[in-house]
C-alpha cells in the first residue's frame, strides 16, 4: 500500500519558519519526481516545490527565494524548509509522488498569522 504522509505544518507567525516532511512507503522511492503544492480556501491547488531524483530543483514564483526543496532517499524521505512565511503562504500543503503512477499525500495545514 503506499503512504506519503506530511507532517510539520502547524499556526507560525509572519516572517516565521517552518520545515514539512513528507514521507513515502510502498513505492521506489528514489526514480521518482517529488514535489509540494498547496491548495488555499477557495482556490485551485498549485504547485510549490519539485525536486528530481537527481536532486534539480523547480519553485512557484511566489516562493523563490523562501522555499527549499530536498529529499533524503535513504529515508524515503521529502522536505519542504519555508523561511519569511507571509500570509498569503495559509493553505494545505500536500505532497506528490510522479512515477510510474501520481500519489498524494493527504496534506498538512499551514496557517500564517499576521
Known amino acids: 500500500q503506499v503512504q506519503l504522509v506530511e507532517s510539520g505544518g502547524g499556526l507560525v507567525q509572519v516572517g516565521g519558519s517552518l520545515r514539512l516532511s513528507c514521507a513515502a512507503s510502498?513505492?521506489?522511492?528514489?526514480?521518482?519526481?517529488m514535489g509540494w503544492y498547496r491548495q488555499a480556501p477557495g482556490k485551485q491547488r498549485e504547485m510549490v516545490a519539485t525536486i528530481t531524483n537527481s536532486g534539480t530543483t523547480n519553485y512557484g514564483d511566489s516562493v523563490k527565494g523562501r522555499f527549499t526543496i530536498s529529499r533524503d532517499n535513504a529515508k524515503n524521505t521529502v522536505y519542504l524548509q519555508m523561511n519569511s512565511l507571509k500570509p498569503e503562504d495559509t493553505a494545505v500543503y500536500y505532497c506528490?509522488?510522479?512515477?510510474?503512477?501520481?500519489?498524494w499525500g493527504r496534506g498538512t495545514q499551514v496557517t500564517v498569522s499576521s
Open positions: 506528490r509522488s510522479t512515477g510510474r503512477y501520481i500519489y
Open positions: 510502498g513505492i521506489i522511492f528514489s526514480p521518482n519526481i
